[in-house]
């Protein structure tokens, strides 16, 4: 009988150790919880900070080392959901730094985030972009004032004539070679559909607004600019230098889509189609999570590379550094001109 107990209480000792196992993590999660709104609640006293969102290694790279950041003495950066939001100041304006990561849902859940945890005044988003204007060059610096989602889209049934609710179309059978000969394509067409914007200001709660374009902050804008004049770099290193020296441009319109662009057909369709002189991968979502919770955004994009216009490699290695030096600059500058008011305290 004694044996028997003594096999009877095995599992119950292997289950009681998993369970502790299993609550361990818990409490710690909890622990760690509790820090966290400790240290965004001090940190929150101390602002409110405008918000610097990025998107990867090649652009915090350029930022970090073109500006004189001074991190927060007693916290200098707080991790949250597997990103560093790192806190202090840049010309005595008070900034919280975020690194995204690629994409529209990277990007849009890094600043949702960065508006619920810390007490914001607006967000600068900036990194480096197609171009798809040929008026403008790599290099350049772009600050549109307007940017769409491009890779929001139906892809349509071939028998289905073109109709419905749509903001342009996309034909294949146009892209057929011998080009334009009007053959069919199995592939059909894509119409390009509108943004759901909710949004604080819409006065009717639940109900979202159609939009096709998201427009960035009027005033931001006017204060960007001042910057049209200001001097960016022409050269990598000493034997890589581009051909014309880069200009920074105020006011055009761009595109965002989870999507890669280095194909000249489609870098002709979206300008023919929408306008727009750069093409990136975050944009669009930054800018629409800020529109819809009332914030002011900018948006800030140097050119690396032609987006497929080019003959042979794309650029964006030889020059991606080079286009995220010169947009780290514009945002330094932006910064600069940024009135006194978005620094109501200072660091004790």
């Known amino acids: 009988m004694a044996s028997l107990d003594h096999t009877l209480c095995l599992p119950l000792l292997f289950i009681l150790i998993i369970s502790t196992v299993h609550v361990l993590p818990a409490s710690a999660t909890r622990s760690h919880k509790l820090k966290n709104a400790i240290t965004i609640r001090e940190v929150n006293r ?12 090649t652009e915090e790279n350029a930022f970090l080392g073109s500006v004189d950041f001074r991190p927060d003495p007693a916290h200098p950066f707080l991790d949250l959901s597997g990103r560093r939001f790192r806190i202090g100041k840049i010309h005595g304006k008070k900034v919280v730094y975020v690194r995204c990561g690629i994409g529209m849902v990277n990007a849009a859940a890094a600043t949702q985030q960065m508006i619920d945890v810390f007490n914001m005044k607006g967000i600068v988003h900036f990194g480096i972009a197609g171009n798809i204007n040929n008026s403008m060059s790599i290099g350049d610096v772009s600050i549109p004032k307007q940017i769409t989602n491009a890779g929001l889209w139906d892809w349509l049934n071939p028998d289905k004539a073109e109709g419905g609710d749509y903001a342009a179309y996309l034909d294949f059978g146009k892209y057929t070679v011998p080009q334009g000969d009007g053959s069919d394509s199995m592939l059909g067409s894509i119409g390009y559909s509108y943004e759901e914007l909710y949004s604080v200001s819409i006065g009717h709660k639940n109900s979202p607004k159609k939009v096709f374009w998201i427009n960035t902050t009027q005033e931001w804008l006017q204060l960007a600019a001042g910057l049209e004049k200001m001097e960016l770099l022409q050269c990598v290193n000493a034997t890589l230098c581009l051909p014309e020296k880069p200009k920074l ?14 194909n000249a057909a489609y870098r002709d369709f979206l300008y023919d189609t929408f306008g727009v002189s750069s093409s990136d991968m ?5 800018a629409m999570t800020c529109v819809s919770n009332g914030y002011p955004v900018i948006v800030i994009r140097g050119l690396s590379d032609l987006a497929g216009a080019q ?14 030096t010169n947009t780290a600059r514009a945002v330094l500058e932006f910064i600069k001109k940024l009135p006194p008011n978005y620094n109501l305290n200072s660091y004790v």
């Open 46 to 57: 101390r602002g409110p900070y405008i918000g610097l969102v990025t998107v990867f290694e």
């Open 249 to 262: 441009v105020v006011g055009l319109k761009a595109a965002t889509a989870n999507t890669f662009v280095d």
């Open 282 to 286: 975050e944009s669009s979502a930054v």
């Open 311 to 324: 003959t042979g490699d794309n650029a964006v290695r030889k020059f991606g550094s080079l286009a995220a």
